[in-house]
């Protein structure tokens, strides 16, 4: 189930939503997008501090990105946070962005406050709890006006060496899968979006994607039965997005996964799965081999939606231009672009 919301919205309905079918809100949506507008929701950026500088009102207003995202250095005081996101969406009142953070729990945490444990801590009851601690959170979320969370996890931790060990809900896969069937489900409905992570599995490295590419030696036969499931029980369970993980599957492509055309092809044809498809931050080390605007070139080729910048190698306004120009020229198809724009749109408009 979709998260039904329009970016930014507290319960109004600026798009006519309930009047009309989301398919035909989409369409004129997009049609009234300028290219560099539709180039723009493929994005999403960070802003320096924990208030929102005029420069970057001005940007914010004048680019058009399809979200901002949150980290601890955003994340001041509760009456500056809840300033800061008023401000962010202040910035599109026709399409706001979305606001984004990564609101797992326990060790990777923006908000204080969450009423929801850990995974691992989850991990230890029963799916009906899970699914309400999910809600919990999602509405915790929802009241700071957040509109995507990049949760759940859906590694498999196999053992302590895991780098996801602290994050994970547990070391079987059968078991993950269905903790995080019922997180998903629990969040549905809501008006905020939640990404699984981090395709196809990083439960098996023990490198920090942040510093490093992970080697995660599995072959495609072996994934389905194993590291697969959580990520097919949260694609069966309606997730809105799934976040592609900076790792290096030698058996399935020589690109990291974030960049693999195969890798969303075992999303979109082999899992079913017709989301937001969603990378890790674009800015870590794990792509050091590739340049700021080949990762662009990358993402878009092999079908990703929506570009994550925590820390941009260079300024999102030069990457926006570089796609956009790429688009002027022909070498990246105006329809490749649409059709990211039309999940992100039926994601936030549904």
């Known amino acids: ?36 507008d539709r180039v723009a929701q493929l994005f999403v950026v960070p802003v320096a501090g924990t208030t929102l500088t005029a420069e970057e009102a001005v940007w914010l207003r004048t680019a058009k990105p399809g979200g901002v995202l949150l980290v601890g250095s955003n994340i001041g005081a509760p009456e500056e946070t809840a300033a800061l996101i008023a401000d962010i969406l202040a910035t599109n009142t026709a399409l706001p962005p979305l606001v984004a953070v990564d609101q797992e729990g326990g060790l990777v945490s923006r908000l204080p406050g969450d009423p929801a444990p850990s995974a691992p801590e989850m991990g230890l009851l029963p799916p009906a709890e899970i699914a309400a601690l999910a809600r919990a959170r999602t509405d915790f979320l929802a009241g700071w006006g957040i509109s995507a969370n990049f ?23 059968a078991w993950v899968a269905a903790d995080v069937a019922a997180y998903v489900e629990g969040a549905s409905g809501t ?22 590419l992970p080697t995660v030696d599995l072959s495609l036969a072996d994934w389905w039965e194993t590291d697969g499931l959580p990520f097919a029980a949260a694609v069966e369970a309606g997730v809105e997005m799934v976040m592609l993980g900076h790792l290096f599957y030698p058996a399935w492509d020589e690109l990291p996964m974030s960049l693999s055309p195969v890798a969303i ?16 931050d674009l800015g870590m080390a794990a792509l050091s081999a590739f340049g700021a605007f080949e990762t662009v070139d990358l993402a878009v080729a092999a079908g990703v939606d929506l570009l994550l910048y925590a820390i941009p190698p260079v300024e999102p306004a030069a ?20 059709e990211s724009v039309r999940r992100l749109l039926r994601m936030r408009l549904g």
Do not use: C, N
């Not at 939503?17 to 049609?31: G, K, N, Q, W």
């Not at 590694?155 to 895991?162: C, E, G, H, I, L």
């Not at 008006?191 to 490198?207: D, E, L, Q």
């Open 151 to 173: 949760a759940p996890v859906a590694d498999v931790a196999w053992d302590a060496s895991s780098f996801m060990a602290g994050r994970a809900f547990g070391s079987d896969p």
């Open 319 to 338: 990457l926006i231009e570089h796609l956009v120009r790429r688009v002027e020229t022909g070498a990246v198809g105006q329809e490749r672009i649409d």
């Open 191 to 212: 008006r905020v979006a939640h990404g699984a992570k981090h395709f196809p599995g990083h439960g098996r490295g023990t490198t920090d994607s942040h510093l490093a």
């Open 1 to 36: 189930m979709a998260a039904s919301f329009a970016a930014g919205s507290a319960g109004s309905d600026p798009h006519g939503v309930a009047a009309a079918s989301v398919a035909d809100v989409v369409e004129t949506t997009l049609e009234a997008m300028p290219l560099a």
């Open 265 to 280: 092809r075992v999303l979109r044809e082999d899992l079913g799965f017709a989301g937001v498809v969603v990378t890790d």
